[in-house]
C-alpha cells in the first residue's frame, strides 16, 4: 500500500518517519488489523489521541477537536 495515499480532496498530508523496534511495529499491525484500519491510519489516530490528551491537560488548544 502507498505510504501517503491521497485524501478525499485530493491533498496529501506530510510524512513522517518513525523508527520503531520490530516487535512494536509487529503489535502496530496486529492492533492497526484488529481495528479494521490501515497501519497508517492507526498510528495517526493513536498520535492525535496522546497528543490531544496531553495538549489539553496542558491547557492547550488542540486543532482538531
Same mark, same amino acid.
Given at each position: 500500500?502507498?505510504? &501517503?495515499?491521497? $485524501?478525499? *480532496? !485530493? $491533498?496529501? /498530508? %506530510?510524512?513522517?518517519?518513525?523508527?520503531?523496534?520490530?516487535?512494536?511495529? &509487529?503489535?502496530?499491525? %496486529?492492533?492497526?488489523?484488529?481495528? /479494521? +484500519?490501515? +497501519?497508517?491510519?492507526?498510528?495517526?489516530?493513536?498520535?492525535?489521541?496522546?497528543? !490531544?490528551?496531553? +495538549?489539553? *491537560?496542558? !491547557?492547550?488548544?488542540?486543532?482538531?477537536?
Amino acid at each position: 500500500a502507498p505510504m &501517503d495515499q491521497a $485524501k478525499p *480532496n !485530493g $491533498k496529501t /498530508g %506530510r510524512q513522517m518517519r518513525v523508527r520503531v523496534e520490530p516487535e512494536e511495529r &509487529d503489535a502496530f499491525e %496486529r492492533a492497526a488489523r484488529a481495528s /479494521g +484500519l490501515t +497501519l497508517s491510519a492507526w498510528l495517526r489516530l493513536s498520535a492525535r489521541e496522546m497528543a !490531544g490528551r496531553q +495538549l489539553s *491537560n496542558m !491547557g492547550v488548544s488542540v486543532p482538531w477537536i
